[in-house]
């Protein structure tokens, strides 16, 4: 974020930057621009509120002056005795100490006054914010008159990267437009904004719920100030961090016609807010990076601020209990009298925040018959809190309403029942039993029967229903009429003997290992009528009544088994006897032997699941495993048996393994030589051809530049190269390794013989080349873009010189020389002193040569008289000046310094901020001190903080504490706090000056 924004700054910070601008300070714009708010003058109609323009926004700036009034100005103009009318003043950053502008007027308006025309521009040039300071104006030789066509302003007195300053003004009140040119001496290159995407965002933090009672009273936030970026114009010297005072933050509310800020204060790191409504709220703030630290002195900007959100609450709603009332009655309700059905609200007293709602019902004259309410034997109705365990018809007026009549009667329900079952016994015989339900009532309406079940579930709804699970059964009969339920119950119990016999087989199954076998049976109870039927032929089998009966079988197939008990239960299964003697079907599976599988691993899978496995090489058992691999590595016949789990059954098979390792053929060649010159070299290398061949080069240091998997290459460097050759068909491979190896015998220096300058800056320097060290003649050297002839190199300046020398193979060495100057002579003065009027000083300067080197000492003045020619000058100071001297040696070389002279004419204050006026004898009158520079107190004014004057006198004194304020007002001490003093003063030049600043009083 690049921001030109116009700052406006308040009353207070005016005095606060005129403080500032008495103390040194790398960047005067700094102190201007301390504040953030300025109400004396709109911004840019005083100096001290200059409009900052940097200079790639300054050149071809076009405006038009105001068509007001300005405020008034102590002084304008270079010669200080002019007023202004409609002045503007802008501020700018010299990047030189020359400065040229060129102001070009047009369509400026006449004004008419007293018989004569005026019109154009008068303007001026300041490097600092006092009439003093004044470089260049268009009055400055005596000429009045506005500027109507293109004119010039310049100086050479202005101070690098310190803010200056220019004004323009309309003749006599002339409006005009103009344009202005930077002609020299201000950077115009605007600079690019900075990368703010990385930059820490600010955020805000404060409450972020408030309830209803904290509505239009202040609730501060406050701001943690984001992460700001600024890249400074090296060429302005300028800082290479934001001030802190550089970067200005405003708040913002939404919405905002429900919420101000406390004394409409916006800006700053935090800010006091009231909310008048209740909703939702967001509270912002926005960076603002003062202009000077834009365009082409610098860029800068901020990261984003994070929004704060507010939900300020509304009152409570508290809803009464009804009111109720009679016809021709009513009730007051939030000051209002109420006889029909009402809802009102009102606030709690003067309370806001708490909102009563308060509903009135009205009511009627009605008769509400409820007719006939039964109750149970011993029971009662209840009716408005009142029992009635009797017969008998009421009437009952409403205890809510005073017109309603309820009417109605009650009566007492009897009730009893019984079951019946012919047989209560379930077994294999009686498999589902009937009961049934009888019942006597006066109850005038169906009754309720529920059956209810042994496990508690409801099982029919009639007089009768029919089981066939033991256990308890419940009967309900339900006799139910609006608010009475009577309920009478019956039960019985349901017995059972429905056991079937169980029997436990005993089942053979045939297979390799059992052939035959027998099928027992065992029953849980003696049987009756038992048979077997035979799968051969159906053939029957009659059993005795015995606990334990078999057969023997001799072959698969079913058999069936029947039987009955004396309950009438029987059992009846089929019994299937399965033979299983399926043999495992095996495939048994390797790979032939090679080199790159030296081991096959030999594998076999069978349709069943197995239980033993037996491995044979060559008719020679080798082990039992449960595994199915064996890793063979010798050729020749491997045979498996393996035993199905199931059945035990056995069956094996056999594989032939053959082998196949005969390796390739591979000669790399005799190693290389690598020259300086040489780019690449061809390698061919001895190997087996075919199809069958797969070949591979690669190095750890070398360069290969043709394919890897080529027979022949190119390599591109020196290193070990080596070659790869596969047999594809079986895996072998063959290697060999070559070196290409650089030439060791290189240049490595060059002597040479140097001649230095016989004086600064000279071009008689000599190079002049001895012998080569290393490498193979012929050699070629190049020096300064040319070859080198007859081995030396003239007429050469100090620095550094490069020579490059090449051999017969284009080795190349590089060597710098370096050739060195004299010293520069130098000479040193202070940049500056400080003298009081009329005080005596000896300037002497500091060089580096000797004394008896000098041939020569001048000293000038700032008109450029010459005022001394030895060593030491004796010096008395009346005004600033700026002394110069100039040095010669006896070779001819030259330096000069200067020194510049400021004349202590500026008056300093001491202005107190805190007295005690309390009697102690301690700080109890305030008076103001000053140095020695003569000046005059005109008057001083001390007001308290409602404006009110407490204390005025044109009498004061400085240095003087009888002449100062003893702190009352009328004769009686003023109370503590804080209070604006107003201060007017004149100096020893006539130059008047308005302080203002607080002053607080401690008792």
Known sequence: MQVQRRFIYDELSVLWVIALLLLPAIFNTTSLYSQCSFSQGPPGEICTSAHYICGSDLNGYTGRLPEVKSVQQMWIGCNGNGQPDNIIWYSFTPTSNRVTLRITPSNCTVVVTGGNSYSGIQAGIYSECRQSAALDCTDRLGDYNGKTEPFILTSDQFVPCQPAFLFLDGYAFSVCDFTIEVLEGI??????????????????????????????????????????????????????????????????????????????????????????????????????????????????????????????????????????????????????????????????????????????????????DIGTQYICEGGEFRFQNVSYPNEGTFEVVDENDCTLLHRFSVRTVRLSTAITAPVTTLDCNNTLLSLRATANTNFPDSLVYNWVSPSGISIGSGDQVSVDIPGLYRLNITAKVGSAVCTVQSTVQIGRDVEVPTIQLNIPTFNCQRPTGIITVTPSRILAQAQWRLPVGGQIIQSQNLMVDSVNVRSGGQFHFSAKADNGCTVDTTITLLTDFQRPTLELRGEDLTCRKPVTTLNFSSDMAFDSVRWIYNGFFQQTTLGNTYDANQPGNYTVEVRANRNKCWNEDTKLINEDKIRPLVEAGPDLVWHCNTTELNVTPIISNGTDFEYTWQSNNGRILTPVNRADITVGSTGTYVIEVLNTRNGCTSNDVFSVNKETNVPVDILTRISDPLCHGQNNAEIEIQSIVGGFEPYTIIAAGGPVSNNRIRSLRAGRYLLELRDRYDCKLEKEIVIQDPPVLTVDLPLEIELAFKENTTLSFVTNYPVSQIASIIWRNQQGVIIGNTEMLDYEGYKDDEITVEIETINGCRAESRIKVNVDTNLKLWIPNIFSPNGDGTNDVFFIGKNKIPADIDQIAIYDRYGNKVYQSSSLRFNEAETGWDGTFKGRPVESGVYVMILQITDFLGNKQVIKQNLQIVH
Not at 276 to 285: F, L, M, N
Not at 310 to 316: A, E, I, L, R
Not at 338 to 353: A, E, L, R, V
């Open 187 to 368: 950077d115009v290159t605007p600079m690019p904004p900075p990368n703010l995407s990385t930059l820490a965002p600010g955020f805000i933090t404060g409450p972020d719920t408030l309830e209803c009672n904290q509505r239009n009273t202040p609730v501060r936030y406050s701001l943690t100030a984001p992460e700001c970026l600024f890249r400074a114009n090296p060429n302005c010297n300028g800082p290479v961090e934001l001030p802190n005072d550089s970067v200005c933050f405003e708040w913002k509310v939404a919405p905002a016609q429900h919420a101000r800020f406390v004394g409409g204060k916006r800006t700053g790191s935090f800010a006091d807010i009231i909310f008048t409504r209740p909703g939702s709220y967001t509270v912002s703030a926005e960076s603002f990076i003062h202009p000077f630290y834009g365009g082409s002195c610098g860029t800068g900007g901020c990261a984003e601020i994070l929004s704060w959100q507010v939900f300020v609450k509304g009152p409570d709603t508290i809803r009464l209990d009804d009111i109720f009332v009679c016809p021709g009655q009513g009730a007051t309700v939030c000051g209002t009298f109420i006889t029909t059905d009402t809802t009102i609200s009102c606030y709690s007293g003067i309370d806001s925040c708490r909102l009563l709602v308060q509903k009135v019902i009205a009511g009627t004259n009605k008769l509400n």
